[in-house]
């Protein structure tokens, strides 16, 4: 099914906004969280880190990573075209390639039960992230540094907080905020970001599920992107 998992049916999407937001505190929320916090699995990926990032090395050496817009146009207009992401994990669908490109990350994904997502993503220089929301407020994304330019390294602005960051440390962002990244390094900033259930009560956690199943539908359109884009 082609289309945007998080464009798609936007009042019922706007209701369940308002209920997940309420239960995380409303305007007064965390913004960048420590990830061990809220978490506490990532330990077993951070622990791996060495492994990980030869892996992400190598599969930016060897393949060709597809741009957003390759895969979800609509919601690629609306923050970036430009925007380089291979997908190892989404909503449960498993991108078969990432068995070989990037089976640390992968295996994280599938044996953690909260995990949504689990990606590549990589900005080239000069490529920017404009001011932007995620459209779906059920998840928290937790960014890892892979490669991090170390002249001018870019930064993410959330809200009227900062965060710069480091080669094999890892942050929560709450996404649902406003955010932007400029990348004005002459480097690639490369980082693995972990999507995962934000936690909140029984009942909205079951509303969070039950819309996150409906967009398994999308997954396929997200992890076949990579399939066909291999340097020769």
Known sequence: ?????????????????????????????????????????????????????????????GRSIPTYGTFDPERAAQVSEEWKLYYAYM????????????????????????????????????????????PYAGILRYHLGIRIPTDNPPRIRLADEYHQWKEGEGVV????LEHEVVNDSSEPRVIVIVDFRRPMGPLAGLLNRYCLWQKRKFAPQFVEAAKYDVMH
């Open 173 to 176: 962002l709450d996404v649902s």
């Open 1 to 61: 099914m082609k289309g945007s998992p998080y464009l798609s049916n936007p009042r019922a999407q706007a209701l369940s906004n308002w209920i997940f937001l309420r239960k995380a505190g409303g305007p007064n929320r965390r913004r960048i969280i420590p990830s061990h916090a809220v978490f506490p699995e990532v330990w077993e990926l951070e622990r791996k880190f060495p492994a990980l990032q030869a892996e992400v090395d190598a599969l930016l050496a």
């Open 91 to 134: 909503f449960g669908n498993t991108n078969e390639l990432a068995k070989k490109d990037l089976p640390t990350l992968l295996s994280f994904a599938r044996s953690t039960p909260n995990v949504v997502n689990a990606f590549v993503s990589i900005l080239e220089p000069g490529v920017t992230l404009p001011s932007h929301k995620d």
